[in-house]
């Protein structure tokens, strides 16, 4: 979903932050600075958040921004696909997170998994790359990239009681989909999902 106001504050806040990074005359930092604020103030001012919490959020990094990235497992059984309830909206989305610092796409896909599901997991091939700006999803003070991996089911049984982040699990027919949590996934992408774990083709699709 494409917000001017939201694309605008973005770019501030990673043009500000890698001027702090790479700035050295102190005149300059001091103006970099005054960017971040501003970015800073146009989401306190759109979203009605509170300055500080926003700081926390969206400009508290150190060095040069970059795309933050989602992993997400795309498990197919009897061409039923593995979902989890999320129990921040009570909706459903594929197995996955935010990628871990020293684990592959590969290894968050398996964790995320087991950790939200209770299935073992076997990485087979990377179905898509999308930016999630170009997707129905709702806003996000964040640039993401998401990471769609095909997984084949290897063992373990579905959680029976609920985690910390998921309170559901189960397969679901391309036809029989439940609320999705479009935060996470959108209808569209779960729909070329089931077409592109189908194919045998190496296909990836982009953005």
């Known amino acids: 979903m494409n917000i001017p106001w939201l694309d605008w504050a973005k770019q501030i806040q990673a043009i500000s932050q890698a ?4 700035g050295e005359n102190g ?6 600075e005054a960017l971040r604020k501003i970015s800073v103030e ?19 990094e150190q ?36 990628a871990d610092i020293g684990l592959t796409p590969s290894e968050v896909a398996v964790k995320e998994t087991y950790e939200e599901a209770g299935y073992e997991v076997k990485p087979v091939r990377l179905l898509a790359v999308l930016d999630k700006k170009m997707h129905a ?3 996000s003070p964040n640039h993401v990239y998401k990471m769609f991996i095909l997984c084949e089911l290897t063992g373990g049984k579905a959680h029976e009681e609920a ?28 729909q ?16």
């Open 19 to 22: 001027g702090l990074t790479y």
């Open 42 to 60: 146009m989401m306190s001012h759109f979203t009605d958040t509170p300055m500080d919490k926003v700081t926390d959020l969206f400009a508290s």
């Open 63 to 98: 060095g040069y921004q970059t795309p933050k990235v989602d992993i997400r497992a795309v498990i197919l059984q009897e061409n039923k696909l593995l979902l989890v309830k999320e129990r921040a909206d009570g909706a459903w989305a594929l197995p996955g997170g935010w």
């Open 137 to 139: 999803h709702p806003p």
């Open 163 to 190: 985690g910390l982040e998921t309170t559901g699990v189960g397969f679901f027919g391309e036809n029989e989909l439940p609320p999705l949590s479009v935060e996470r996934n959108t209808l569209e992408q779960l």
């Open 27 to 32: 005149y300059d930092l001091e103006r970099y």
């Open 192 to 207: 070329r999902m089931f077409e592109l774990a189908r194919g045998a083709a190496s296909e990836v699709l982009l953005d």
